[in-house]
């Protein structure tokens, strides 16, 4: 219970810790990323990944139900009565050959890790449910976050469940009509901001810090806590083993994270004898990582990153006014907050960077639609690496492959439809114009 978990801050020199009754969205001492630890002696973990799939036969339990809170012991920072849940995670691991066999994989190796089918379209749930636990937990009356989207969807839907009042910070122009549509149907406050997401990131620290607001973007480590478990259902899924690659499309970094902590904690607690490797895909027009990583040389450094590097690097974009720009909207971000945890993940997955420019992104998506149920062009970014390793013969056909799918493909129609419409691809469907004749009209199917 609460007293085996505590907030640490990552920085060695730091150290700090705190309780998790109290809310911080850095560590107040030297300002460094939060972590939640947990005294493992102190919980009942099951001894087998195993044993939590057995919680399926309980599924009239909503915390069983719950594809994070089956996890529970791992992530047990919070009473089950501050508990909050909405059936996220009943997400799918989809062996998908046809995609496979398109991509010269061998066809029972790669997986598609169906996040878009969360309740609010996207990965983000298994972090809200966590962080809304957490705000219930401390008394937390209003929400807040800035987003490229699907954040701000998620806050405003746990938002809603939860009776806390929510506001979303988005750059003006910058988010898929579908993440709109759903902060607004679920009652936030939506501010637009005149810049992009990185704006809106600053402000929103700001405003929270000024005005006591509840912080749910993934500087929150209670989210990212429940963002683990994502890791946890693909293991359950593959019969309790664990893959040799999980590809992820990187933006702020907080999914990449979550799973390098996620892997970290089950290898320490002796419930994996393996850990997969993490390919983190960026968008060309927004590659800080793939930078920072594979020009800069930039790593973990046991905790002392080399900030200058990052420093110079933030302080060039700002001379030269930078914005990202990419038809992957979700992953349009040059300063990932998490770029710490991410690069720990990295080292801890003996991890690799990738980018992937637009045109790839999109022709991965369509295979994505032609092969499976589809997603959004962010988390094609994931499929588009894949085939990007498998030419640079990294990943092999034989290795066994999981991308994730972060979000829905209804999520953003406009990159779906100009792709298929305006052909701007090797998969484009375009619809056939045709007059309203039926004999014209059995032509063209017959033809
Ligand atoms: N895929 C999708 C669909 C996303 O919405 C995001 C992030 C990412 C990938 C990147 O994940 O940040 O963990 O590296 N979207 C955030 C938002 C930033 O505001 O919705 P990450």
Request: charged content about 20%; hydrophobic content about 40%.
């Amino acid at each position: 219970m609460t007293d085996a978990a505590y907030q640490q801050c990552i920085n060695p020199a730091c150290n700090a810790s705190f309780s998790c009754q109290e809310s911080f969205f850095k560590c107040p001492k030297c300002g460094d990323l939060l972590d939640i630890r947990y005294n493992w002696d102190k919980i009942a973990v099951p001894k087998k990944m195993s044993d939590f799939a057995k919680r399926w036969t309980t599924r009239n339990i909503p915390l069983d139900y719950s594809g994070v809170w089956r996890f529970r012991e791992l992530l047990n920072f919070c009473d089950d009565k501050h508990k909050v849940t909405i059936g996220e995670g009943q997400t799918l691991l989809q062996q998908n050959c046809g995609l496979a066999n398109h991509l010269g994989m061998k066809a029972e190796n790669l997986f598609l890790q169906y996040e878009g089918l969360n309740p609010s379209g996207s990965f983000k749930d298994n972090g809200m449910t966590a962080a809304f636990s957490h705000a219930r937990m401390i008394g937390a009356k209003s929400s807040a976050c800035a987003s490229t989207g699907n954040t701000s969807a998620a806050v405003a839907l746990y938002a809603a469940m939860c009776g806390l009042k929510c506001v979303v910070f988005i750059g003006s122009g910058r988010i898929a009509f579908g993440k709109l549509s759903q902060a607004m149907d679920y009652g936030a406050t939506t501010i637009q901001i005149a810049g992009d997401f990185d704006d809106c990131m600053r402000q929103v620290q700001d405003v929270c810090t000024q005005m006591g607001l509840y912080l749910l973007n993934s500087l929150n480590p209670f989210r990212l806590e429940g963002q683990k478990t994502i890791m946890f259902r693909i293991i359950e899924a593959l019969n309790f083993e664990v893959p040799d690659w999980i590809v992820v499309p990187g933006g702020n970094l907080g999914n990449s994270s979550a799973f390098g902590k996620a892997f970290a904690e089950l290898k320490e607690l002796g419930l994996i004898n393996k850990t997969p490797r993490l390919a983190i895909i960026n968008a060309a027009g927004a590659n800080t990582l793939d930078y920072l990583v594979n020009t800069k040389k930039l790593t973990w450094n046991n905790g002392n990153v080399d900030m200058q590097v990052v420093n110079d690097l933030y302080n060039d974009f700002t001379a030269k006014k930078f914005s990202p720009h990419t038809c992957a909207s979700a992953i349009e971000i040059s300063r990932p907050v998490n770029l710490k945890k991410c690069l720990r993940a990295l080292e801890t997955c003996n991890g690799i960077v990738r980018s992937v420019d637009d045109d790839k992104i999109k022709d991965a998506k369509a295979l994505v639609g032609k092969f499976g149920f589809g997603c959004e062009p962010a988390s094609a970014a994931s499929v588009a690496g894949l085939k990007l390793l498998l030419d640079e013969k990294i990943i092999s056909p034989s290795d066994r492959v999981a991308c994730i799918l972060t979000g829905h493909a209804l999520k953003d129609p406009n990159v779906t439809v100009n792709y298929h419409k305006e052909k701007q691809g090797p998969y484009a469907n375009p619809p056939i114009e045709v007059a309203n004749d039926l004999s014209k009209i059995v032509q063209i199917i017959s033809a």
